[in-house]
């Protein structure tokens, strides 16, 4: 359970073997009495024995191939049959940025990327809704996120208890949420996202989408830029995420470096 103030994240082992040792070690660094949460899918033996070495709490969690077959020949289905004319057309702009940003070709190879996307980025938000008690602020972050500066979620959220990183046009994006006092925005996106994947209805995107339905109803917060940086054109902010692309910038890989050894 995650008990204490806690700044979390989630990923599989490959994000963790890039961005994981950087994330934790520069957010405690600038945050020692802040705790460190980590969600990881599918480690192996050295992943765990460098999350035992590090100063964080973390579960993980082992998802079978069968399950993610079951997913993608599901959702191959409904792309080739036209079952379902609007999940179609969230999975045809998945598979167009599977394309575009990874190579992938056939349509096999870019409904498993898809995929297989869609269930490491939800699933750490329905995870973190089951760990949650509810009781002390908890901000969540992509895990290409390097710190440098002390992070305060009480002035993260200012009067309201849900907030989230707001960006160009007035576009929620859940780089960076942040909840408090029991709020149940997170507790209604976990359910709505294990809705969607006990439905087979699963695309790309499907965390922050399902984000912005849920928070509709709810008041939220937009977080000041300086807790999540991802244009990379200031060295002030006390955070840097590798949003897109910009992760292979200098300013970020600059950052970054620095917490590698």
């Not at 020949?73 to 940003?101: P, R």
């Not at 008690?133 to 972050?141: L, Q, R, S």
């Not at 002035?155 to 907030?163: I, K, S, T, V, W």
Request: aromatic share 12%.
């Amino acid at each position: 359970m995650i008990t204490n103030t806690t700044i979390f994240t989630g990923g599989d082992s490959k994000y963790w073997k890039q961005y994981g040792k950087s994330f934790v070690k520069s957010i405690k660094h600038f945050n020692p009495d802040t705790e460190v949460f980590i969600q990881v899918f599918n480690p192996d033996s050295d992943d765990i024995a460098e999350l035992d070495s590090l100063d964080c709490k973390y579960t993980i969690e082992n998802i079978e191939q069968s399950y993610i077959d079951d997913l993608v020949n599901a959702h191959i289905d409904v792309y080739t049959n036209n079952t379902n004319l609007q999940l179609k057309a969230h999975l045809k702009t998945g598979m167009k940025f599977s394309e575009k940003n990874y190579g992938f070709v056939t349509l096999e190879d870019k409904m498993r990327h898809l995929i297989t996307f869609a269930i490491y980025a939800s699933f750490r938000f329905i995870r973190l809704a089951e760990l949650w008690d509810g009781k002390n602020p908890i901000a969540a972050y992509d895990m290409d996120t390097v710190c440098q500066g002390p992070i305060d979620i009480d002035e993260m959220l200012g009067e309201n208890d849900a907030g989230c990183l707001e960006v160009k046009g007035n576009r929620l994006v859940v780089s960076l949420v942040a909840f408090r006092n029991n709020n149940q925005l997170l507790s209604e996106w976990g359910n709505s996202l294990q809705q969607s994947f006990n439905n087979k209805a699963v695309y790309g995107f499907l965390d922050q989408n399902t984000f912005i339905e849920c928070a509709s109803k709810y008041t939220v917060t937009s977080i000041p830029r300086m807790y999540c940086d991802h244009t990379k054109k200031s060295h002030s902010s006390k955070v840097l995420t590798g949003k897109g692309h910009s992760k292979w910038g200098s300013v970020f890989q600059l950052a970054q470096s620095r917490w590698l050894t």
